[in-house]
């Protein structure tokens, strides 16, 4: 029996979803492909729980696009995300608007982009490359994922804040800001799938998730605000002038153009937004080069036109991106993105939705669905992204949610393929990489779509 949505009229509950936390996207998407798109999902009152889940690309649009301005993040997502403070993630209206305006105008100068290049060439040729080499010299097995992660993070602190954690070295040394923002987002996952009342239960008594939750904010703010201590010592030192000239970190950017922006560039603003710059630049990235990787090893036709379109010597930026969209749709780093509606609205999938429902969209199930991708929507086929032509094919964001959408839509897409391209393209090109079997690779129970254990890979060279 089905209601009129199409959705079986025995709706999932609580315990179903607590059954299946382990599974959690996969049940979703099945969920989804027998609810044509959208399902409710109700707890009993005390756990607060009113969703609707949904993959509809016209409920996307509308969402995020159309009817935007009733669909802020809320305070429910801030709540869930607390220690991301008031940075670009959290905020909405014209807090947001500022700090977009700003991080865009920012990016967009041609010092940002300068580094950047500079930054990513650097870490590639001598820190990604070294340990590659180790691996494949010794026949090491080594974690991918854990090696990408080191990159983007580096990477990450040095474009936002100027200084190199140095996590990517031979000896792969345990950085506490890198596992506290870890541990942090491992923790946001858990209060997604659990009845609020439990989260501050944990929360009062400091145990389990929140506990881990409090330690790991605390290390990030610390980190942080010596981070921030020394960039306005080093910006008093200088002339503003100089600065200006040589600097390309964000959070110099910040502190010498303050006047411009009409921010408020207090500790905490810089802390908020360095914060949210970080993570947005690390996990995302590393972990669609993690999937990318993993993909591209189980298709050996994909990796070979990969080894003959970089023979062709062709510049980095002019690369085609198939294959990174391609893993991004089955492999969505964010893979659950939610809303709230301000006033009461009815979604075109006609599902009625109130100020105390949040909207979640499941990214990871959306590049699931034969209704939007047909029926080979399983299938890793790089070539969907190339048209007749050999251009790139831009699809519907709204459809292929891994950058979001509409006014909220990424501002670092293009720095997150300029990083993927470089390091995949010096590690295909030039390594062979073997996938241990015996180390299964599926997704960890994140708010970013990690694997439960690593990428691990034995390594050797292509060329000899």
Not at 10 to 19: C, F, H, K, R
Not at 236 to 244: C, D, M
Not at 403 to 414: D, V
């Amino acid at each position: 029996m089905r209601n009129k949505n199409g959705c079986p009229k025995s709706s999932p509950g609580i315990v179903e979803l607590l059954l299946n936390v382990h599974r959690i996207h996969d049940w979703c998407t099945e969920r989804l492909e027998s609810c044509k798109g959208t399902f409710v999902l109700e707890g009993p009152w005390f756990a607060k729980m009113n969703w609707v889940m949904t993959c509809d690309p016209a409920n996307a649009h509308y969402v995020m696009s159309s009817n935007f301005d009733n669909f802020p993040k809320g305070p429910e997502f801030k709540q869930m995300f607390d220690g991301l403070g008031d940075g670009i993630f959290n905020s909405d209206m014209d807090l947001w608007k500022n700090q977009r305006i700003a991080a865009q105008g920012f990016m967009r100068h041609h010092l940002f982009h300068q580094f950047l290049l500079r930054t990513i060439r650097d870490k590639v040729e001598m820190g990604l490359m070294p340990i590659i080499d180790h691996a494949a010299k010794h026949g090491l097995v080594i974690n991918l994922e854990d090696i990408f992660q080191r990159f983007t993070f580096d990477s990450a602190c040095i474009f936002v804040t100027g200084y190199d954690p140095s996590c990517l070295s031979l000896e792969l040394p345990q950085v506490l800001l890198s596992k506290a923002v870890q541990d942090g987002e491992q923790a946001i996952f858990h209060r997604h799938v659990r009845p609020r009342s439990f989260t501050k239960l944990q929360k009062w008594l400091n145990i389990g998730q929140e506990g881990k939750y409090k330690k790991a904010w605390k290390v990030v703010d610390d980190v942080l605000a010596e981070y921030i201590c020394q960039k306005r010592k080093e910006v008093n030192k200088l002339n503003q002038e100089l600065v200006s000239v040589d600097g390309g970190d964000l959070l110099t950017s910040y502190i010498t153009e303050k006047e411009s922006t009409g921010l408020k560039c207090d500790d905490k603003f810089l802390r908020d937004t360095a914060l949210n710059m970080i993570i947005a630049a690390t996990d995302t990235t590393s972990t669609a080069l993690t999937w990318f990787t993993w993909l591209v090893s189980k298709h050996p036709i994909v990796e070979n036109k990969i080894i003959e379109e970089l023979d062709s010597k062709i510049p980095i930026g002019e690369i085609k991106g198939g294959g990174y969209s391609m893993s991004m749709r089955l492999y969505p780093p964010a893979p659950f993105n939610h809303k709230e509606p301000v006033k009461p609205d009815i979604l075109p999938s006609g599902h009625p939705v109130h100020p105390k429902t949040k909207i979640l969209f499941s990214v990871y199930s959306m590049g699931r669905m034969k209704s939007i991708w047909g029926e080979d929507c399983y299938e890793f086929k790089p070539e969907r992204w190339i048209n007749e032509r050999g251009e790139i094919k831009h699809e519907s964001s709204y459809k292929f949610l891994s950058f979001g959408a509409g006014p909220r839509i990424c501002l670092g897409k293009e720095t997150s393929f300029i990083q993927m391209k470089a390091v995949a393209s010096a590690l295909i090109y030039n390594y062979r990489i073997h996938v241990m079997e015996e180390t299964p690779v599926v997704p960890a129970l994140s708010v970013v779509l990690r694997t439960e254990n690593g990428l691990m890979t034995r390594i050797s060279k292509r060329w000899e």
